[in-house]
DNA sequence: TGTCCGTGTGTACAAGTGTTCACTAATGTG
DNA sequence: CACATTAGTGAACACTTGTACACACGGACA
């Protein structure tokens, strides 16, 4: 019989969602995993499980408070290093491509999430982003770059800006993890994106 | 035994694809769904399924290509109804709302696509919006409505509101089909984004 | 020191899974 | 009409799945 192996605390608990995480990193869609395939990457007995997880739905949703924490780090990480007021969306942009080739699997985790199977997850992601384009709103707001806009259109603006950053994950998705030449055109691109939103949001006419 | 029933020719293919769909309507992320699960759903027996696809990605990506069909046919629908250029992104984007909820499955298994399991199946979808896409910006020029922009900067416009669009998807998603307050907001909040994205295009100098 | 309690393990089971096979009825083709 | 092809059927297979149960070990605390 294997050692029983006794671990630090938690230990188990975050194996088993590195485990979901690495298996959706590995092209594995979360809505398709199963409590055994999980325990199995894991190293850990299937009973192990509901000691700490009801079924794969509530992982799903333990998985989303860290993201959140990792978005979190994005953010503090972009605060701290944006500080030219110019390159503010160029390296907005290359923080998070950055931020997302380092915890690529939780950022594929994100993606399907939106569109996935557990409404509480979905809620969560979502949750999330609206968490992010409040937060990025305040930022311009202290940075008076916006100073034309309404409350209610630079929440339209940044809830904009969120949702084509976060579709560029999907961009992502289809290019091979090193495949440096790709994601450098996505990082473009996402950053064309948003100085055209940005663009706009300039000449924007509240009563249009 | 149950009466062998002959249907006509491609009836339990049909059935076959829109029990997936069924399936996916009711809530089910698409590659969570098993070979049984789906024939069982299309009351026929399991080895029928083999007939006609050869495994469920093969069935994705049939749906794929029907999704084209759907979505040209929105198009079209788009191209005879929107007459006057000033009402064009408010009109389109009511065309596309209805559109996706007289089809909602449809649109449902579109927008898990994007980050769903087969790699094959996201590109067809990924290839679809790019077809879209190019169509729009066609359309465009045609009205010469955005005479000022190079060709390039045209793809990415289009590109951007293609996406914004299709991201909708996961908000129309949350609600439930038959609240029309909550998508009637979804269609106003839509309709924002893209106007707002093209008073960008339309102060947009390639240089930036 | 003794006793919970949290967390790990192995076994077990019924139900569900993908897939193969041999069989058969209807259809299209000569 | 004879006949090959297509598209339906049920039975069977080896496996996997979620979950329940009883048990074992180690640390916290009395």
Redesign the interface.
């Known amino acids: 019989m294997a050692e029983k192996q006794r671990r630090k605390p938690g230990e188990t608990r975050e194996k088993l969602m590195s485990a979901a995480l690495t298996l959706v990193g590995k092209?594995?869609?979360f809505?398709?995993l199963g409590i055994r395939e999980v325990t199995r990457q894991a190293g850990v007995v299937p009973t192990s499980f509901y000691r700490h997880f009801r079924n794969m739905d509530d992982l799903g949703l333990q998985l989303v408070d860290e993201l959140g924490l990792v978005l979190r780090r994005m953010m503090r990480e972009a605060r701290a290093n944006v500080l030219q007021a110019d390159k503010l969306i160029e390296e907005s942009v290359a923080i998070f491509i950055s931020h997302a080739q380092a915890n690529r699997s939780f950022f594929?985790f994100m993606?399907?999430g939106?569109?996935?199977?557990s409404?509480a997850v979905?809620?969560g992601i979502?949750s999330e982003m609206r968490f992010f384009a409040s937060e990025l709103a305040n930022d311009l707001r202290r940075l008076r770059l916006v100073d034309h806009l309404t409350d209610q259109d630079l929440d339209?603006?940044c809830?904009?800006v969120v949702?084509?950053v976060?579709?560029s994950?999907?961009d992502l998705?289809?290019v091979s993890a090193d495949d440096d030449y790709q994601i450098d055109q996505i990082r473009k691109?996402t950053t064309?994106?948003l100085?055209?939103?940005?663009?706009?949001?300039?000449?924007?006419q509240s009563a249009?």
Do not use: C, K, N
């Open positions: 092209g594995r869609h809505a398709s594929l993606a399907q939106l569109a996935g199977e409404r979905q809620e979502r339209m603006t809830d904009l949702r084509s976060a579709f994950l999907t998705l289809g691109r064309r994106f100085q055209l939103i940005f663009v706009g949001a300039a000449h924007w249009g």
